[in-house]
C-alpha cells in the first residue's frame, strides 16, 4: 500500500528499474488518497526478500498474500467459471473435467475466490 504522500512518485517503475525484475500487475486500485497494487513476482527466497525490503525503504507497506487456495470438491461443480478470470493460468480442467489448481502459478489474488457462484474456493 502507498501513503498519500508517495502517490505521484514512481516507486513502482524505479523499483523494477533497480532490481532488474519483472513484475506482473494482477490489480491496481489507485487514487488521490492511496494505492494498492497486487504484484506477482518471479522471485522465490532471498531474492524475493530484497525486493520487499526495496518497496519498504521507499516507504511502501507490503503484504505477502497467501498462496494457498482450497477447493471444496464437494461443492465444485466444474462449471469452470474461476478459470478465465485467473490472471496466471493457475486453474484448469483435468482429463475428467474436474478443477486442477497449479499451486506453483497461483499468486493468491483472491480472482477465483470471487468469480466462483458456489463459493466453492477460498483462501486458506
Known sequence: MYKPEHIKRPILAETVLKKKVLLNILEAKVNSQKGELIVSAPLEGEALEDLIRSF????????????????????CTSCGACISPCPVSALSFSSDWSLLLDEKRCVGCRVCVDACPFRAIKMA
Open 56 to 75: 519498504e525503504a521507499e516507504g511502501v507497506a507490503v503484504e505477502k498474500l497467501p498462496r494457498i487456495v482450497e477447493i471444496d470438491q464437494e461443492k
